[in-house]
């Protein structure tokens, strides 16, 4: 997850430092459960390497590792890829974690084989990018911030993005009591709607496995229950 949560000087969200205000209790911030969207998509698909941009705390990252996938998350914050890391060593289960902005990433992780072998970026190398909740950091509109994403997607890879198609009733609040302000993104979007910006700024051709809208039973700030849906898209990327 990419969430900023304070807003610079400049009307720029200074979104590490904020992250590493996010994380800087002892608790975790999330519940270290997988994403039931992307159990439920991912599911079906062959194993192979995965890349989860955002992936806070491992969870998800970790049970693809679990489920055979050759798993990779990048963070913006040091703190959640300590705890991603630790996480996955106490559970026995081997994944990569990596300090990153997927803006600027090349796709090799320092130590690694493909860092060894190459010179420059080496974007494209994964058969799964996953985005959960990402979120636009200005002055990036979200048509980049999907581009970025997806240009980690191999050639007859998959890209899936689970955001939210709608705001909880207590996110105004919510938003003024962190500073989200102006700086940042936080806008409810579709399935369709994140394709369309797919498509738009990339130069490969992708199809649409699955858009749809889920629904989950969620808590907020308060324990007040609701249920919210999330957008849920899974693009494949078309060799010609």
């Given at each position: ?5 304070q ?8 979104s590490?430092?904020?992250w ?6 002892d608790?975790?911030v ?14 079906s698909?062959?194993p192979?390497?995965v ?6 705390e ?7 590792a679990?489920n ?6 990048i ?19 081997t994944a ?55 240009d ?6 998959r890209?899936?993005l ?5 705001m ?8 003024e ?5 102006e ?10 709607g994140?394709?369309a910006?797919l498509?738009g ?10 858009a ?17 849906d ?6 494949h990327?078309i060799?010609?």
């Open positions: 997850m990419t969430e900023p949560q807003v610079a000087n400049a009307g720029v969200p200074d590490v430092a904020a590493e205000e996010r994380y800087a209790g608790d975790a999330w519940s270290g459960n997988p994403n039931e969207a992307l159990v439920a998509t991912v599911g698909l062959t192979g390497r890349l989860d941009v955002g992936c806070g491992g969870a998800d990252v970790i049970w693809l679990e055979g996938w050759d798993a990779v998350g963070d913006l914050s040091q703190t959640a890829i300590d705890r991603a890391t630790e996480a996955a060593a106490a559970k026995g289960v990569s974690f990596e300090v990153a902005d997927v803006s600027t990433w090349s796709g090799s992780g320092p130590g690694s084989a493909e860092s060894e072998q190459t010179d420059g970026p080496r974007r494209g190398g994964f058969d799964l990018v996953v985005g959960c909740f990402l979120h636009t950091r200005l002055p990036d509109t979200r048509e980049e911030l999907v581009g970025k994403v997806a980690h997607v191999a050639p007859d890879g890209l899936l689970i955001s939210h198609a709608e909880p009733p207590w996110a105004q609040n919510y938003d009591e962190l500073g989200h302000g700086g940042h993104h936080h806008e409810p979007v579709s399935p369709n994140d394709f910006l498509i700024g990339s130069p490969v051709r992708w199809e649409i496995d699955l749809e809208l889920r629904t989950r039973e969620v808590e907020g700030p308060d324990g007040q229950p609701a249920e919210l999330d957008s849920v898209l899974l693009a990327r060799t010609d």
